[in-house]
RNA sequence: GGCGCUUUCGUCUAGCGGCUAGGACACAUGCCUCUCACGCAUGGAACACGGGUUCGAUUCCCGUAGGCGCUACCA
């Protein structure tokens, strides 16, 4: 057959947020797309009315838009093969489920539920298949005129695919390789239900996958044991020379404890595992999402690409391009992963030190705001600057390039709380406090001169200096404060850290000095002294 | 229960008959340093088990055990 074109579609049912797994599904389905030059296409499956959840739709659309995963078409985007939602092809699926009924290859069913539930109750292990469609309701039991009066009269029937038994059907998986079912297994699936006119979802995904000219079928492994199902019904529609090759993706399992990672686990476990942030419409449950934890889109991609699949070699950060390039079905594994929450966190701190200034500016004007700090423009390019010089990368003094430990912008706060809030207490138990502020004779203060005046005399002392400082900047405090440290051999560093940050964190001294100005740090030096001598 | 998929450090994984079994996250230690970090260096840490095939199995085959999935008029 005459080389087709790449098309494979990401297609979820709108019955709530998008989990974290449908991600990387649509990721994968993207990947391979555009490695291929092919079109991703957007279907939406809403053959289960009472599933539908308002808001699913556009909430998955919008994560797709955050995440840079772009669609060629579907709904919302447009495209030739439409509708490309399912509850708006019902004539279609009619028109199909009457080939199959019109070849023999489908029967009607008018077994209600409660007959079904007697029997499984009955029959230990009950299946409806060739087995037992003998002594069911259907019109293979029933007369024509029966079947066409019962119709008339109004019962519900579903349509059930008849599955002839002991055959062995081959699935060729791209990733698993052949797998063979035999058809003795499978049961007469419902196909199409008139209760609401719509299909179920085998039905309506071959005809559409069919219809769509999909090429390849990349979906999760919940769907290999249905997959002979499917296979079965393209050769029922004549259509097994078009057929789509399947690949099937290992699950993504909890993180501790067993099973697949589900909906519920995100914040049960401390992680989300949504892209966005969900508020249930029913519920008024609120379910984070990683947007609104920090995470940058690209972070989040990069960590959940790996998750089943690696280039091959020990490359791990990379972009959206990258992966379309590196990306093959060949390379993914076969088993499932857990779901790694800290790898996420470090994959977001190399993706968030690599922004430039301009990014981390509106970022962390958002931080101040939400800890209501009111700052000028000035003041955070400043406090942004400095951090800079520690936060995303410096030289230090030995010529090693350093970086900071930042994994999500909110990370930001405690790491910067001081250059807008003067410590107001001092926990005197603390390791660093503790270590850093002595008494006379705990010998930690001694000055070059064998006198001993203890912490808090060295910080009075020190601020004696710095009173008579003109030039705040940090040249100008240099200029008066080293030749002092040299000439009594002091060692305050720590002491005024202790001082100015309340703890053993933040920028260089000078430069936070310098950022504070003259009176606040008297100020905070005043208080400091006073409240460790308590 | 039945059917299917799967099994390398704690986790994600490389490996496609012969390797001191490699990398990353996490962890530990050291270095750097006015602090915390960052960074750098070092370290501990794995082929589920039992049979085959082979001169030789982490690698191929078969069992066993574990894990996962499916078994709806849900997808």
């Known amino acids: 057959m005459a080389e087709r074109k790449v098309r494979v579609r990401f297609a979820p049912s709108p019955t709530g947020p998008l989990h974290i797994g449908g991600v990387r599904t649509a990721l994968y389905n993207y990947l391979f797309a555009k490695q291929h030059g092919g079109d ?8 289960d009315s009472s599933r539908f959840v308002p808001g699913a739709e556009d909430y998955i659309i919008e994560s797709f838009n955050w995440l840079g995963i772009k669609f060629d078409e579907g709904v919302s985007f447009g495209g030739e093969h439409g509708p490309y939602r399912q509850s708006e092809r019902r004539d279609i699926y009619k ?79 791209l990733i698993r390789g052949e797998v063979v079912i035999n058809s003795s297994i499978l049961d007469d699936k419902v196909l199409y239900k008139s209760a609401d006119e719509l299909p179920t979802y085998h039905l ?41 090759h399947f690949a099937h993706l290992p699950l993504l399992l ?25 508020h249930d419409p029913k519920s008024g449950e609120i379910s984070s999402g990683y947007r609104e934890k920090g995470y940058l889109p690209g972070a989040v991609v990069n960590f959940l690409a790996l998750l089943g699949w690696n280039p091959g070699n020990d490359q791990e950060l990379m972009s959206l391009d990258d992966m ?35 990014a981390w500016v509106p970022a962390f004007d958002k931080v101040l705001k939400d800890n209501g700090i009111e700052a000028t423009a000035e003041q ?31 990370d930001l706060w405690p790491l910067t709380k001081f250059f807008f809030v003067a410590p107001t207490e001092f926990d005197k138990e603390d390791k660093f406090i ?81 950022f504070l100005g003259k009176d606040e740090v008297i100020k905070r030096m005043k208080f400091a002294i006073e409240k460790l001598s308590e």
């Open 434 to 514: 503790k270590k850093n502020w002595a008494s006379p004779g705990a010998g930690r203060t001694v000055h070059a001169d064998g006198t001993d005046p203890g912490t808090a005399e060295e910080m009075n002392q020190m601020l004696a200096v710095i009173e008579t400082i003109n030039d705040f900047s940090v040249e100008g405090q240099k200029a008066v404060i080293d030749p002092w440290v040299e000439q009594t051999g002091a060692r305050p560093w720590n002491a005024w850290r202790v001082c100015l940050v309340g703890a053993g964190q933040g920028p260089d001294m000078y430069e936070l000095a310098a």
């Open 254 to 278: 909890k993180p501790i404890g067993n099973g697949k990672l589900s909906k519920r686990d995100g914040d049960k476990l401390g992680f989300p595992v949504f892209p966005l942030e969900w």
């Open 324 to 358: 379309v390039k590196l990306f093959d079905l060949s390379k993914c594994s076969k088993n499932g992963a857990k779901f790694d929450y800290v790898k996420a966190a470090w994959f977001n701190h190399q993706y968030l030190i690599q922004q430039s200034d301009a």
């Open 204 to 244: 309506a995904n071959i005809v559409d996958d069919h219809l769509m000219e999909v090429t390849h079928v990349i979906r999760g492994e919940e769907w290999l044991p249905s997959a002979p199902l499917h296979v079965l019904l393209y050769e029922a529609f004549g259509w097994a020379d078009t057929m789509p």
């Open 40 to 47: 991703l296409i957007f279907r939406i499956e809403d053959t």
């Open 95 to 173: 028109k199909y489920v009457k080939v199959l009924l019109d070849a023999d290859k489908a029967y009607i069913a008018f077994d209600t539920p409660e007959e079904l539930n007697a029997k499984r109750a009955e029959i230990e292990n009950f299946q409806y298949d060739a087995s037992t469609r003998g002594m069911m309701r259907n019109s293979l039991t029933l007369s024509k005129e029966e079947v066409d009066n019962l119709i008339a009269a109004g019962e519900q029937y579903v349509v059930r695919f008849k599955i002839e038994p002991g055959r062995d059907v081959l699935v060729d998986d």
């Open 380 to 410: 955070e390019a400043e406090v942004v600057r400095m951090m800079k010089l520690k936060v995303i990368e410096y030289t230090d003094g030995q010529g090693n390039k350093k970086k900071r430990n930042i994994s999500f912008a909110s």
